[in-house]
C-alpha cells in the first residue's frame, strides 16, 4: 500500500519562508522519483519540482526554480520541499506525489499514487 503524507503546510506572511514534509512509505525508495504539485481553487494541478530516486537528478517549474528547493532522505523516507520569498499567489494545496520518473514535461502522466495535500496559505 503506497502512502505520501504531507505535513509542513499553514499560514504565512508575505515574504516568508516555509519547509513542507512529505513522508512516503510502501514502495522502493530505488524506484520511485517523488513530485510536488500545487493547486488553487480553479485552477489546473501544477507540477512544481520533482527529485530522482537517488537525488542525482531534479527538474523544477522555470517560474518557480529560484524560490523553491526540492530534497529528500530516503533513510527517513522523506522528501522535502523548501519555499522563499512566498508570495500570495503561492497559496494553493501542495502535493507530493510517487512518479515512476522525474519527468517533468510529463510529470503528472508518470504519477502512480497521490498524497492527501496540505494548504498553504500566504496571507498578511
Known amino acids: 500500500q503506497l502512502q505520501l503524507v504531507e505535513s509542513g503546510g499553514g499560514l504565512v506572511q508575505p515574504g516568508g519562508s516555509l519547509t513542507l514534509s512529505c513522508r512516503f512509505s510502501?514502495?522502493?525508495?530505488?524506484?520511485?522519483?517523488i513530485g510536488w504539485f500545487r493547486q488553487a481553487p480553479g485552477k489546473e494541478r501544477e507540477a512544481i519540482s520533482c527529485?530522482?530516486?537517488?537525488?542525482?537528478?531534479?527538474q523544477y517549474s522555470f517560474s518557480l526554480k529560484e524560490r523553491f528547493a526540492i530534497s529528500r532522505d530516503n533513510a527517513e523516507r522523506t522528501c522535502y520541499l523548501q519555499m522563499t520569498g512566498l508570495e500570495e499567489e503561492d497559496t494553493a494545496i501542495y502535493y507530493c506525489?510517487?512518479?515512476?520518473?522525474?519527468?517533468?514535461?510529463?510529470?503528472?502522466?508518470?504519477?502512480?499514487?497521490w498524497g492527501q495535500g496540505t494548504q498553504v496559505t500566504v496571507s498578511s
Open positions: 506525489a510517487r512518479a515512476d520518473l522525474c519527468d517533468f514535461s510529463g510529470l503528472r502522466d508518470r504519477v502512480t499514487h
Open positions: 510502501g514502495f522502493r525508495w530505488d524506484q520511485s522519483a
Open positions: 527529485v530522482s530516486s537517488d537525488s542525482k537528478f531534479t
